[in-house]
């Protein structure tokens, strides 16, 4: 009636209340019997006093992250990886010699007999590439070879000399064959060979051995911390040059944001390596003998770039494959997981929001406000800072296990698939016998990646029944 007094109110909806912080504590000793891997979190407006009576549709529940058992593939050693690269090179590498200097002997008109202008090439400057595409090897037998040593032996002194005596003839062969090319050729000729030293000193500064970066620790980090994330040495050897991260599963947020910077950097810094590597074996295969070309030559322009495509690509997915392995990838994808992904939303949806917290475990659906923002929980776990869009690109790259091998396959499919056409649509002599010799190169990567693709789609196809 008018002017009685009133009955108590309709609860209202608080659009700035917490909801209670999702701590690794929380989860080890949350309900479930998922091994501290499956909790949950009470909506908004639920007050203290009926907390007791929260029927089990009042809950949002996490899903466990279940990871597969990462199959044993067959391992391949750094030197075999090496001296196959160098064998593809050298390949490509005469095969564009044949094309910038072969000639038309089968005309009985054409004064010689021979298949190439052998007067016309500078053997320095062949012997000079053959060394930079060589110097890899060189540096993998040097570091590889008797590295762990418990017991001195004579064999052990004879390597050392070997290797001495190895780095001295590198030596003096390149200094040897640089001061042979500075005689006869022109001073911006010879800038082409500085090229990617200069591209070395910039990525890299005055360091040897790029490898020994590649896993960093954050500088003040306590050792147990960084524990997760060294060598382990129970992986058995796969290739890489160094020892591969291994990931911990942690209901820490703080320590999956840490796992997730670790790799990160760790991934761009191999990408770095793979993209260098891969540059400098196109420049001096392709791109170098064109330079060093005397002007009265007729060079087949279009031949020589697509050569140059091949070699930069094909190098590109040798060592994408060997510094990112599948296991290497498998990590990733594991640390993914735990770390998730946030979407930004509008601001009009009614759905219940609340704060963000660094401490919390967010589950798959939940709306919080992060820097004036809406954002929506997207992965199974998710304790990613929802602003920070390098934890997003880092999901969506190793969200799916197989997407870097996808594209490696992908790669060498195309190159194998022109290589081909062309082969069937050609007649020259040069295209044929270059085509036939890099294709067999090709069929064994690509052997490779398909093995890696069969066996891996199995295991995480099981894994999702």
């Known amino acids: 009636m008018a002017g009685g007094r009133r009955g108590p109110g309709r609860p209202q909806l608080s659009r700035s209340m917490p909801p209670p912080p999702l701590h690794a504590a929380n989860i080890a000793n949350s309900s479930g ?19 007791s009576c929260i029927q089990p549709t009042t809950l949002i529940t996490i899903a466990p992250i279940n990871h597969p058992t990462f199959p044993r593939l067959p391992p ?23 094309n910038i200097y072969k000639t038309t002997f089968w005309i009985p008109t054409y004064p010689a007999s021979y298949t190439l202008n052998f007067h016309l090439m500078d053997p320095y400057l062949f012997f ?17 070879t008797y590295a762990n040593v418990q017991t001195v032996t004579l064999g052990y002194f004879l390597v050392l000399a070997l290797k001495v005596i190895l780095v001295v003839i590198m030596s003096i062969s390149l200094v040897w064959c640089l001061w042979k090319m500075v005689q006869s050729n022109s001073p911006l000729n010879l ?37 997760a994330f060294a060598s382990n040495r129970e992986i058995p050897w796969n290739g890489s040059p160094i020892w591969l991260p291994r990931h911990k599963c942690s209901d820490s947020p703080q320590d999956v944001r840490f796992e997730a910077d670790v790799m990160k950097v760790d991934f761009n810094s191999r990408m770095k390596t793979v993209l260098f590597n891969s540059m400098v074996c196109a420049y001096y295969v392709g791109f170098v003998p064109i330079c060093f070309l005397q002007p009265h030559m007729y060079l087949d322009l279009w031949w020589s ?14 060592f994408g494959a060997h510094f990112l392995p599948p296991r290497y990838c498998d990590a990733l994808h594991r640390c993914s997981l735990h770390l998730g992904k946030w979407q930004r939303v509008d601001h009009s949806n009614n759905s219940p929001q609340h704060p963000w917290s660094e401490s919390t475990v967010w589950p798959q659906g939940v709306l919080v406000r992060h820097n004036k923002a809406l954002y929506k929980a997207s992965g199974l776990r998710n304790v990613a800072v929802p602003s920070d869009s390098s934890y997003a690109r880092f999901y969506f790259m190793f969200n799916q296990p197989m997407r870097l091998l996808n594209l490696f396959l992908v790669l060498e499919l195309i190159v194998v698939i022109i290589e081909l056409y062309i082969l069937f649509t050609n007649t020259h002599w040069n295209y044929v016998v270059s085509l036939s010799l890099m294709l067999f190169c090709n069929y064994y990567s690509l052997f490779n990646l398909l093995r890696d693709r069969f066996v891996l789609a199995r295991v995480y196809h099981e894994v999702i029944q």
């Open 33 to 51: 019997g998922n091994n501290g891997q499956t909790s949950s979190i009470r909506h908004r407006g639920s007050n203290s006093s009926s907390s």
């Open 76 to 98: 391949s050693r750094n030197m075999v990886f090496e001296f196959s690269v160098v064998l593809y090179l050298l390949t490509a590498l005469c095969m564009q010699y044949i």
């Open 128 to 144: 000079f590439i053959v060394m930079i595409l060589v110097r890899r090897l060189v540096w993998c037998f040097v570091r590889d």
């Open 191 to 227: 800038l082409f060979l500085a090229y990617p030293l200069v591209s070395y000193l910039l990525l890299y500064g005055l360091t040897i051995e790029v490898n020994d970066a590649l896993i960093p620790v954050a500088a003040g980090t306590k050792p147990k911390a960084a524990e």
């Open 305 to 318: 770039c697509l050569l140059i495509a091949f070699v930069w690509v094909n190098s590109f997915v040798l």
